[in-house]
């Protein structure tokens, strides 16, 4: 049996050349992975670094919004608000809210930091409205880590403290707003003497970190019932903020213009009573769609924005857009409580309230509002929906668990 064998010798010159182009290829690769992390590396490092706002020369911004959103990571995709979208998207998408905020006639724009929550996506936020010349406003709230009406462990205060520290820290050039809890008489964190000892323990930590910055206390949020914001101020619970602030909301709809009044007399009474030691705000206030027509949601604006400019009282609106939440998101009792609607249009309120934070709100405006409210519901307006009676005016009305602590991948 004969064989017959078949050889294939390669050719020296051709494997020289292969060896060549894996070696290129190599180098290539190489480069291109250096790039990328030296691109990561100055974004998050030197990026934040180089962008410094001015002090402030005003106690709060004038016109803010609070920006609600909701991400969720799914590897290479995210779920930004209703949106599938690619991860590196989600950078193009928050430089274009900053943007329309801006340009809307916002000067401010509040952010929640959450206590034993990842707040990446916050700090990235607040870079990115600091680049578009936004003031950010850092909510510092810890409710959620802890059962309800029982102050923090000596444990839990340490890590708490580790926590403003850091946060105030890594932001001291952009964020010179900080809010101590979300509305402490709702979302409780003890007694009022317990949230005196918290005061205590974060605001001299707050000014260390940054001594420019203003730290602002919500200390009327239930309506008519003042008693929580009497009892902290009795307990020299004053002594621990530079920035009172109120929320003034009713019960179904959350908007009503007697209350409004009510509410900015009283706070007035309670700063003279204390010698006028801190200038007042609205560090948040809105109004569902959900509630009433969007017309009488703009009507109501108008008037809440009117009445806060005649006792010089900046106001803080929650919140921007419902495209940036789950489609149809309840928060408290309502609904649709952006200025922008799901499908990423602008409700009339969006144009009411530019108006006022662009100039002076005339009343000749609010009355071709309430006109406007009164018409027969056209085609762009919704049907009002029926909501449940909230209880009281001063029940609890918006679980602010904002759901951004989960970690896109990509660098925002």
């Avoid at 921007?320 to 009339?348: C, H, Q």
Wanted: net charge neutral.
């Amino acid at each position: 049996m004969s064989h017959i064998c078949c050889c294939i010798t390669a050719n020296p010159n051709e494997t020289k050349i292969m060896k060549r182009i894996l070696k290129i290829v190599f180098l290539i690769i190489t480069l291109l992975i250096l790039l990328m992390a030296g691109y990561y590396i100055y974004q998050l490092y030197v990026v934040p670094k180089l962008t410094i706002l001015d002090v402030p020369t005003l106690s709060y911004p004038r016109q803010s919004v609070f920006y609600r959103y909701y991400i969720q990571s799914n590897g290479l995709t995210v779920t930004f608000g209703g949106q599938n979208m690619p991860a590196s998207q989600v950078t193009t998408e928050l430089e274009k809210d900053m943007k329309n905020i801006k340009s809307s006639g916002f000067d401010g724009v509040k952010l929640s930091y959450s206590f034993q929550g990842n707040n990446y996506l916050a700090d990235r936020i607040a870079l990115r409205a600091s680049q578009q010349g936004l003031y950010p406003i850092g909510m510092l709230q810890g409710y959620q880590a802890k059962p309800k009406d029982r102050a923090f462990t000596s444990e839990e205060m340490a890590e708490w403290q580790k926590f403003v520290r850091d946060e105030v820290s890594a932001n001291k050039n952009t964020i010179y707003f900080w809010e101590i809890w979300n509305e402490p008489s709702l979302f409780r964190y003890g007694s009022p003497e317990e949230f005196v000892q918290l005061l205590a323990a974060t605001y001299p930590i707050i000014k260390e970190a940054n001594p420019n910055a203003k730290v602002v206390v919500t200390l009327g949020a239930e309506g008519r019932d003042t008693s929580f914001e009497d009892k902290v101020l009795a307990l020299g619970g004053g002594d621990y903020f530079d920035v009172l602030s109120f929320h003034p909301y009713g019960a179904n709809p959350y908007l009503q213009e007697e209350l409004i009044k009510e509410a900015i007399a009283h706070e007035r009474l309670v700063v003279a009573k204390y010698n006028n030691r801190w200038p007042l705000v609205i560090s948040e206030i809105g109004q569902p769609a959900s509630e009433v027509s969007e017309e009488e949601q703009a009507r109501l604006a108008t008037f809440l924005y009117a009445e806060a400019a005649k006792n010089k009282i900046p106001v803080t609106w929650f919140y921007w857009s419902d495209e940036r939440l789950p489609k149809d998101e309840v928060t408290g009792d309502g609904a649709n409580w952006g200025l922008i609607r799901f499908d990423g249009t602008e409700r009339p309120i969006l144009e009411a309230i530019s108006i006022t934070a662009q100039g002076s709100i005339k009343p000749t405006q609010i009355v071709t509002l309430r006109e406007r409210s009164l018409r027969p519901k056209g085609l762009h307006l919704r049907k009002t929906e029926i909501l449940r009676t909230r209880k009281s005016a001063g029940c609890s009305h918006r679980p602010d668990v904002l759901r951004e602590n989960d970690m896109v991948t990509e660098l925002l």
